[in-house]
């Protein structure tokens, strides 16, 4: 097995115009999604800062298009490129127009 990672972005749309009810739904589901996928989640904090120009430049942030920005990522392990986007493909952030960014981690690195 190879480690992925899903990263998150986008899905704000209509999420906040839903009930307590349907919020409390929409994350269940998010729960059961990744214990399906046996992915472990570390959600991000909204607070952040952008840093620049080697440092010279510090922003408070993420200033992006709300599109661009990252709400989240898990690691979880799969067979392949092809095994992990499939696993993906019922992720809850579809219901509300976001995407999964699917990529390979390196666990080890050839010198």
Known sequence: MKKY?????????????QSPEQM??????????????KAEGYPLQQE???VGKAGDV???GP???????VGGYVVLDANDM??????????PIFEFGGTTEVREVITEMGM
Request: glycine share 12%; proline share 0%; with cysteine.
């Open 5 to 17: 990672l899903y990263v998150f972005r986008g899905g704000d749309e209509g999420y906040a115009d």
């Open 24 to 37: 409390q739904a929409h994350m269940q589901r998010w729960g059961e999604w990744m214990a399906k996928v």
């Open 48 to 50: 952040g800062k952008v």
């Open 58 to 60: 510090i922003t408070d």
């Open 63 to 69: 200033f992006t298009e709300g599109k661009e920005v």
């Open 82 to 91: 092809d095994h992990a986007v499939e696993l993906s493909k019922d992720c």
